[in-house]
């Protein structure tokens, strides 16, 4: 029977580590730490529960690009298969990541902004029709049969 697959978002602690075999495959590992939350009723709020260590490994193209991307602090997002569980961390083989836009926002080398973009928006709230304002449509309201 395969392993399970598992999504895991958590935050990358610690440094990014890329070696390579000796047939040239990269091989990147990391730690994570999720946080599950749980809701509190008595409090009326979200509570943090113990947080839950993974110790991940990537390969090949993945794990380059891992090494390029991540660093410490940076919330992901991935999805892999649970190898083993030692010494209260689990191992956890990536087949997939990506950045966490929770917290962030991200450029690709293909949505790099231009030169000539507008500037990001200020804390005050530019002008209907300007660049940085929502579109016209963001104020109307929506048809009777939405959702």
């Known amino acids: 029977m395969p392993p ?3 999504h895991v978002s958590g935050t990358v602690t610690g440094d990014v580590e890329v070696r390579f075999t000796q047939d040239g495959i990269a091989v990147c590992r990391f730690r994570l730490t999720e946080t599950p939350t749980q809701w509190d009723t008595a409090a009326n709020r979200w509570r943090d529960l113990e947080p839950i260590g993974y110790i991940c490994t990537t390969w090949r193209d993945l794990a ?5 991307s991540l660093t410490d602090g940076t919330s992901i997002l991935t999805k892999g298969r649970i190898t083993k569980i030692k010494n209260n961390s689990i191992h956890l083989s990536v087949d997939d990541l990506g950045i966490s836009l929770h917290k962030r926002i991200t450029y690709t080398e293909t949505s790099l902004p231009s030169p000539i973009a507008a500037p990001p928006p200020t804390t005050t709230s530019p002008a209907p029709g300007q660049p940085g304002s929502p579109p016209q449509w963001w104020e109307q309201q929506p048809a009777s049969n939405w959702s």
């Open 4 to 6: 399970s697959v598992t």
């Open 64 to 68: 380059t690009n891992a090494a390029e």
